[in-house]
């Protein structure tokens, strides 16, 4: 039993994805999932200053790039705003139906999504329970296309309702789905008021992937005020999240899947890997 450490493809501003590909082989990683993306084309990929991969490109060239340099494809991230009202210009269900197909279609099992910060007045001032149904309504369609592809659509706590374990476990039995599980994001939970603790332990069952983050002592305040956040600037072990803990927790359960570190900078995630290897990782390299 082993957690597999991989690495956020998105490290280094202003880079193609071939590049971010690039360094995390060079930093000796075996796994990366495919992060930002969007539908159709676009123009900073196209001209070399973003690491955008298009959600209607040929998958099998995406996953050339990633197996040409050794790096087995972990996840598709579908991070969506599904608390606001749908828009063509809104990340949401289409965007995630479109994850699920490029997933299916190179043998990746994991599309990643949340619920993000509600961006508009309709969003900010829903209901517990109407935001709960905005959800449910969101992921109808592509849970059920999920479930058809063979794909499970993890949901990952970066927002009031997915930050709460309460709610998190309404969200889970109003889907009533079972192509529905959960990406544990440990910073993020953490920021937004949640127990990564608790929630292994009520829903251990349901976690099939992690996402590494240790936030430093002065976001304490902000806790439960703010949710989520992209990268963590420290290394694991350095902050207050409780990441032993946490790791120890997983084991417990029996986790043994991918996991990705969301940390910036060669230095922190470096000392990250090093820091959960020491915890008993497994892993494919050494850095």
């Given at each position: 039993?082993?957690i597999?450490?991989?690495?956020?493809?998105?490290?280094n501003?202003?880079?193609?994805?071939?590049?971010?590909?690039?360094q995390?082989?060079?930093?000796?990683?075996?796994?990366?999932?495919?992060?930002?993306?969007?539908?159709?084309?676009c123009?900073?990929?196209?001209?070399?200053?973003?690491?955008?991969?298009?959600?209607?490109?040929?998958?099998?060239d995406?996953?050339?790039?990633?197996e040409?340099r050794?790096i087995?494809?972990?996840?598709?991230?579908?991070?969506?705003?599904?608390?606001?009202?749908?828009?063509?210009?809104?990340?949401?269900?289409?965007?995630?139906?479109?994850?699920i197909?490029l997933?299916?279609?190179?043998?990746?099992?994991?599309?990643?999504?949340?619920?993000?910060?509600?961006?508009?007045?309709?969003?900010?001032?829903?209901?517990?329970?109407?935001?709960i149904?905005?959800i449910?309504?969101?992921?109808y369609?592509?849970?059920?296309?999920?479930?058809?592809?063979?794909?499970?659509?993890?949901i990952?706590?970066?927002?009031?309702?997915?930050?709460?374990?309460?709610?998190?476990?309404?969200?889970?039995?109003?889907c009533?789905?079972?192509?529905l599980?959960?990406?544990?994001?440990?910073?993020?939970?953490?920021?937004?008021?949640?127990?990564?603790?608790e929630?292994?332990?009520?829903?251990?069952?349901?976690?099939?992937?992690?996402?590494w983050?240790d936030?430093?002592?002065?976001?304490?305040?902000?806790?439960?005020?703010?949710?989520?956040?992209?990268m963590?600037?420290?290394?694991?072990?350095?902050?207050?999240v409780?990441?032993?803990?946490?790791?120890k927790?997983?084991?417990?359960?029996?986790?043994?899947?991918?996991t990705?570190?969301?940390?910036?900078?060669?230095?922190?995630?470096?000392?990250?890997?090093?820091y959960?290897?020491?915890?008993?990782?497994?892993?494919a390299?050494?850095?």
């Amino acid at each position: 039993m082993a957690i597999k450490i991989g690495c956020f493809a998105v490290i280094n501003p202003f880079e193609t994805l071939d590049k971010q590909v690039d360094q995390i082989r060079d930093w000796g990683f075996k796994y990366a999932d495919i992060t930002d993306n969007s539908d159709g084309a676009c123009l900073g990929s196209h001209f070399g200053f973003n690491s955008v991969a298009s959600l209607d490109a040929n998958a099998f060239d995406l996953k050339r790039l990633f197996e040409s340099r050794g790096i087995t494809i972990t996840s598709v991230c579908a991070h969506a705003t599904l608390l606001d009202a749908s828009a063509p210009w809104r990340y949401g269900t289409s965007q995630i139906v479109k994850a699920i197909r490029l997933a299916a279609s190179i043998g990746v099992e994991h599309v990643i999504t949340t619920e993000g910060d509600a961006h508009t007045a309709f969003g900010e001032n829903l209901s517990d329970a109407e935001g709960i149904f905005q959800i449910r309504e969101k992921l109808y369609e592509p849970l059920r296309m999920a479930r058809d592809y063979g794909i499970k659509i993890l949901i990952e706590p970066h927002g009031k309702f997915t930050d709460s374990v309460q709610h998190m476990e309404k969200i889970i039995d109003a889907c009533n789905s079972e192509a529905l599980g959960i990406n544990l994001d440990t910073g993020n939970l953490w920021l937004g008021g949640g127990d990564p603790i608790e929630m292994i332990t009520k829903l251990g069952s349901r976690i099939e992937h992690v996402h590494w983050k240790d936030l430093p002592e002065e976001l304490i305040a902000q806790r439960g005020k703010i949710y989520g956040c992209g990268m963590a600037l420290i290394p694991l072990g350095d902050g207050v999240v409780g990441i032993e803990d946490i790791y120890k927790a997983l084991m417990n359960i029996g986790f043994d899947g991918y996991t990705t570190l969301e940390i910036a900078g060669e230095e922190a995630v470096k000392k990250s890997f090093d820091y959960l290897n020491k915890l008993g990782s497994l892993h494919a390299a050494v850095i």
